[in-house]
């Protein structure tokens, strides 16, 4: 079975950068992932996704400013969030999109604070 691993949140300023990745325990390349959020008190969301063949695509409060890649050589998938916001503060979440999607793991903390 698939273990995936979220990693690289941490404080940020509001206009800051951070950069998330997910790490896979075996291969993922036939597979589209996902990021997703969950803040405090709120349900959990869809953030952005890629496809097998590396196609994007993003939450509209999010284009723009965040962008998702992979790199299938090294099994991870990785969240480029850029002009972060204070609402971005979350637990943020990689799973495989649809019927193989694993358990929720711990997630990675991202914290948009001044």
């Known amino acids: 079975q698939v273990q995936l691993v979220e990693s690289g949140g941490g404080l940020v300023q509001p206009g800051g950068s951070l950069r998330l990745t997910c790490a896979a325990s075996?291969?993922?390349?036939?597979?589209?992932m996902g990021w997703y959020r969950q803040a405090l008190g709120k349900e959990r969301e869809y953030v952005a996704t890629?496809?097998?063949?590396?196609?994007?695509y993003y939450l509209d409060a999010v284009k723009g400013r965040f962008t998702i890649s992979r790199d299938n050589a090294k099994n991870t998938v990785s969240l480029q969030m850029n002009n972060v916001k204070p609402e971005g503060t979350a637990v943020y979440y990689c799973n495989i999109i649809g019927p193989t999607r694993r358990a929720w793991g711990q997630g990675t903390q991202v914290t948009v604070s001044s």
């Open positions: 075996k291969s993922i390349s036939p597979y589209p």
């Open positions: 890629i496809t097998s063949g590396g196609s994007p």
